[in-house]
């Protein structure tokens, strides 16, 4: 297992870059998951299993990652520091994002949770762990008289063993971490449904979708289903506006109509709801799971928020994989399964009673 040593430098919350020996790139994402684009012009996006040598990877242009990834808000430019033209692609770019969710899993399918079982121990306890070997031997080879200096004293000596310890941290939280998935694992194994969320916390689902909604909650609504609330707020993603250019170049800021502006959001919502779906079946074997949506929005009288049941549906995975998710208008896959809503064009999404299962 190799690894490079670089400097990272935090650049926004999701958002950093990193300088090795082989150049720079910029990285975003959470626990678990990683886009990373290179000087190249090419990104890699990597997803594991946090303290398990399970991984998957995959490289694509990076221009595709600029336009379709990330966390919405981290991709804004100030306004008038970019062209009419760029700020009308931004936001068209945007708008294809929230739109087109359903389309994206945050896992790749069949996680075996067999194999997380069988992974050997990242290195014996007692010796160096591999961040610390790398570690180590960067330094060796960049550093001028390392060893006299690690033994010397002064800066240089407290610098490079500040180095050395966050590494060895580093270590210590690979180790426990692959203890921790190995006796999550036997747990899923033997059908321990506590262990499912378990394993949906520890593998940070929440963070992975954190970027569109407020809150997400799991639990069981029997012996067999699990149970996902999730709370967002659509105005959070949605603007009211939308940019265009005059035939002059300039730009201009027209409001949506209500049509138009309630069609994005039935498509936001329901994507959000097909790409968790798709997400834990591809993590944990479940056969269906119950999903209610609220809405937190400002009460006319008072402008406090209140949460509101928007949606309510029952997905099960065989019907799911049978879904041809490209060129489907997400909204319209719901009718696949048991649901309640009440959503009215002009008006968007009204209160629901939850469905009764």
Avoid at 261 to 273: P, Q, T, W
């Amino acid at each position: 297992m190799g690894f490079n040593f670089r400097k990272s430098i935090k650049l926004a919350k999701l958002f950093k870059l990193n300088v090795s020996k082989s150049g720079a790139s910029v990285s975003f994402g959470g626990k678990g998951f990683r886009q990373s684009i290179g000087t190249s012009g090419n990104a890699r996006t990597t997803f594991s299993l946090p303290g398990t040598g399970l991984s998957y990877s995959k490289t694509i242009n990076a221009m595709k990652i600029l336009k379709m990834g990330g966390n919405r808000t981290a991709f804004q430019n100030p306004a008038g520091s970019i062209s009419p033209e760029i700020e009308v692609e931004n936001q068209l770019a945007d708008i294809a994002l929230i739109t087109t969710l359903h389309l994206d899993e945050d896992y790749p399918k069949g996680v075996d949770w067999n194999e997380v079982i069988k992974e050997k121990e990242p290195f014996k306890k007692g010796e160096d762990g591999p961040f610390s070997k790398e570690t180590k031997e960067v330094l060796a080879a960049n550093k001028p008289g390392f060893f006299k200096k690690l033994f010397g004293g002064g800066t240089e000596l407290k610098e490079l063993e500040k180095e050395v310890e966050l590494a060895k941290k580093k270590d210590e939280e690979l180790y426990a971490s692959w203890k921790n998935n190995k006796v999550l694992a036997e747990k899923i194994l033997n059908e321990d449904k506590n262990a499912y969320i378990e394993a949906l916390e520890e593998l940070k689902l929440s963070e992975e979708i954190g970027s569109y909604i407020r809150k997400i909650d799991f639990s069981y609504a029997d012996s067999d289903s699990l149970n996902v609330d999730i709370v967002l707020s659509i105005d959070d993603f949605i603007p009211e506006e939308y940019k265009t250019l005059t035939p002059t170049g300039k730009l201009s800021v027209k409001s949506y109509t209500k049509t138009d502006y309630y069609e994005i959001a039935s498509r936001f919502v329901s994507g959000i709801v097909l790409r968790t779906a798709r997400n834990l079946f591809n993590l944990l074997p479940l056969e269906d799971v119950f999903i209610n949506v609220h809405e937190m929005e400002k009460s006319k009288y008072g402008g406090q928020e209140i949460e509101e049941l928007i949606l309510s549906i029952l997905i099960d995975r065989k019907t799911l994989d049978q879904v041809k998710m490209e060129n489907s208008n997400p909204f319209d896959v719901l009718n696949n399964f048991r649901h309640e809503v009440n959503f009215v064009k002009t008006k968007g999404f009204n209160k629901i009673n939850e469905l009764e299962i």
